[in-house]
């Protein structure tokens, strides 16, 4: 049915595709009890503001400074991160894996994009784009030197390919001459790509 | 400068570049791609719908996509990857029978009626000249 709206008519964005397909979506399963909106809310507020690189950044910063836990987070890195309290989903199988002058590592989803949310956050664009997760695999030098990593030819690179069962996350080498610093200071040092492998310190 | 050689440096710069995106961009780049990312990590942590179930759905829509057309560009990147995200959320539900897809189309038909009988009556009590 056809309203006489004018031309200078703006349809609002509700109306219009993709909002209004997961505006009835979530209306339907509402409806059925599958699920409620306070839910959902908490989820978008979660990934928005509670989890994301800094988490890592604090794993990380610690097991610089704490050798036990260091051992812990490698043996077992599921409940040494859970013990600080990053539980969200998609954390439930962790793994670390630990650069050293001898290896560096990598971290991809070859097939979509899973990703360790409760220490990462969600994963940026390039992650999800095929281009990295088709190439990382074939030739990661190459793509790390796109990300202006050139690493010596005697450091070998393992790419890790997280699933649905299990997430990897790197554990970056100590940055030289940070001694003195906290482990406050240290996980402020702590980026975002050198715990998914495309930087380092 | 022709189409032809835009397309071409387009795809020069796409063989040679990861897309990258800095620390600070937003999580979300629609307001929707957070609710439809919200609505099935809610459904599964609710449910017993196992995740698997929903990531072999996107697994398939981004395969497709990546033969179609992959997007090289941040932001293409992800509108490509909500735009599959969507669809495996919205098959996953019928599929798993949550919901029957004529009920999309006519809850669908509802939010536009509500919608136009709310500015109906907008306009009703601020007429255009």
Partial sequence: MQDNLSDDHHHDPIEEGAALRVRALEELLIAKGLVKAEAIDAVVEYYEKETGPRNGAQVVARAWCDPDFKAWLLKDGTAAIHSMGFKGYQGEHMRVVENTNDTHNIIVCTLCSCYPWPVLGLPPAWYKGAAYRARVVREPRAVLAEFGLDLPASQKVRVWDSTAEIRFMVLPQRPPNTGNLSQAELADLVTRDSMIGTAVL | ?129
């Fill in chain 2, 1 to 129: 400068m022709s189409q032809c050689n835009v397309d071409d440096n387009v795809l020069l710069q796409a063989q040679r570049i990861i897309p990258d995106r800095p620390e600070g961009d937003p999580l979300f780049r629609r307001a929707w791609h957070a609710r439809a990312f919200a609505l099935i990590v809610t459904l599964v942590k609710d449910s017993d719908l196992p995740w698997a179930t929903f990531q072999t759905q996107l697994v398939e829509r981004l395969a497709a996509q990546q033969k179609d057309a992959p997007a090289r560009d941040p932001e293409q990147i992800d509108l490509q990857y909500f735009d599959c995200w969507l669809e495996a959320v919205e098959d996953t539900l019928i599929a798993q029978q949550f919901i029957e897809r004529p009920e999309i189309s006519a809850q669908i038909e509802r939010i536009r009626q509500s919608v136009a009988d709310i500015r109906h009556s907008q306009m009703s009590l601020h007429p255009r000249t």
